[in-house]
């Protein structure tokens, strides 16, 4: 796929909303996991938090700050990560000492830093969330309350816990997150892209039809193609059987324009002999012969310009070759010209049999005309930028051509031997109709000292 193509600009644009819709999701399903998350750890502090505030609340007024066991075993380990601590506040609001302090073991001899100070607002009840860095600069996640236990005093509660455990989980489900929107990305695209090639099938087998049609293997586009391009195809055929109709009222009309023409001539040329002086009738038939030449040589263009506008002309190469050898075996069989062919099976031109004949005869005709005792043909396809093309090989064994007359005996009318019968036409109607048929034509040296004629015609793949 090419960036010009539609399919790859339907591909694109569903792979980007793939990607975009994934991307927006995953975003969003990793926060709301996040403060799920925060929210759990949360709501196992607020547990902590109100164990210590009954157990605080049971005791004697002289043991406020010396709260039971929580049934967690890192409470007591130095630095674990879990701490609890419990500040009586009402002394230092009245200006006395700061209030008693109680801790967990857990601290070890340090302390929690009120969230209040540190200016974190008080949600519904009174409580405070926020994350603050502990004793040993640790993350935590820490939760405050107020109590008021009236003439008992007003104490701080605090309850921290390792915020890495919240982030640890949040990393382990963004991995999962990560690689299952992956898995479901590349299903997506690859369902994406199935789809699109799926959908453009019928443009496909459409594209392929037309290249049959030129190649003459399908005359119409096939019937079943989708609603959305069907009136297309009917359109197109519809062109196509124009496009016949318009060829096929040309070449009646160039049939009528040559009988209109040669008919006013051949009477003139009748008229000349029966004329006066003696000297004007050779000159008269002479012009009118020539006459005659152009104006077969130009009604034999447009007649070709308006053929290789058909879509769908295939000539087979062999019998056309094969014919032709026949008949110069019997034009020139005085001269005992061995002719032979070596034919590449199945080769096909991409035009019409009339034209194909005209080409390959006008140059085997010039090989058995110059050639001492053989003439070689010799048939092949290749491949050009992508395009079939047959490529025919026309040797002689004659005495040859330097290579600054090549190009010249091309030239319509241009003869270099008026010993050899012909009006020169030949070779000039060979290049006018390679260079209609996009093709091309060359004369070189041939190995056996002659004259090599290559032709390169469009050809029909196998």
């Not at 009954?54 to 004697?60: H, P, T």
């Not at 607002?121 to 939760?143: C, K, M, T």
């Not at 695209?189 to 039809?209: D, W």
């Not at 324009?257 to 051949?266: D, G, I, V």
Request: net charge negative; aromatic share 4%.
């Amino acid at each position: 796929m090419t960036t010009r193509s539609l399919a790859f600009r339907l591909f694109a644009s569903a792979a980007a909303w793939v990607v975009a819709v994934l991307l927006i999701a995953g975003l969003l399903l990793v926060s709301y996991y996040q403060h799920a998350t925060e929210k759990a750890f949360d709501e196992r502090l607020h547990v902590y938090l109100k164990t210590l505030v009954a157990d605080l609340a049971r005791r004697d007024v002289g043991d406020r700050t010396a709260p039971g066991a929580l049934g967690e075993p890192r409470f007591e380990l130095p630095l674990s990560g879990w701490y609890w601590q419990i500040s009586r506040i009402d002394k230092a609001e009245n200006g006395g000492e700061r209030g008693d302090s109680n801790g967990s073991k857990s601290l070890f001899e340090a302390s929690l830093p009120s969230l209040e100070e540190l200016g974190v607002p008080a949600e519904e009840g009174g409580v405070r969330e926020a994350y603050i860095n502990g004793p040993d600069g640790r993350r935590l996640r820490a939760v405050e309350r107020l109590i008021d236990l009236g003439e008992d005093g007003r104490y701080r509660i605090t309850v921290a816990g390792p915020a890495d455990e919240i982030d640890a989980e949040i990393a382990d489900f963004q991995r999962a997150l990560l690689m299952t929107f992956a898995f479901l990305g590349v299903g997506l695209v690859g369902s994406t892209l199935l789809q699109v090639r799926f959908g453009l099938l019928p443009l496909k087998r459409m594209s392929q039809t037309l290249a049959a049609m030129r190649a003459g293997r399908a005359e119409k586009l096939p019937p079943d193609l989708p609603d959305e391009i069907a009136p297309l195809a009917r359109e197109l055929d519809a062109l196509v059987d124009s496009n016949r109709q318009v060829v096929e009222r040309a070449r009646t009309h160039v049939g009528n324009l040559a009988h209109a023409l040669k008919t006013p001539l051949s009477v003139i040329a009748n008229e000349a002999e029966a004329a006066s002086p003696a000297g004007m009738p050779g000159k008269m038939l002479q012009q009118v012969a020539v006459m005659r030449e152009q104006i077969d040589h130009h009604l034999q263009r447009a007649r070709i310009a308006a053929a290789v506008s058909v879509v769908g002309t295939v000539t087979e190469v062999a019998p056309v070759v094969d014919g032709l050898v026949r008949a110069m075996e019997k034009i020139h069989r005085d001269k005992g010209l061995t002719i032979h062919v070596a034919m590449a099976e199945g080769l096909r031109f991409r035009g019409e049999r009339q034209d194909l004949e005209e080409m390959v005869g006008n140059l085997v005709d010039n090989a058995c005309k110059w050639a001492a005792s053989r003439v070689e043909i010799a048939a092949r396809a290749a491949d050009q930028a992508g395009a079939a093309v047959a490529i025919l090989v026309i040797d002689d064994d004659g005495p040859g051509l330097p290579a600054e007359k090549r190009d010249e005996v091309a030239h319509r009318g241009r003869r270099l031997d008026e010993t050899k019968p012909g009006a020169g036409l030949g070779l000039a109607i060979v290049t006018d109709l390679v260079l209609l048929y996009r093709g091309r034509f060359r004369l070189e040296a041939a190995p056996s000292g002659g004259v090599r004629a290559v032709l390169e015609l469009p050809a029909v793949s196998r």
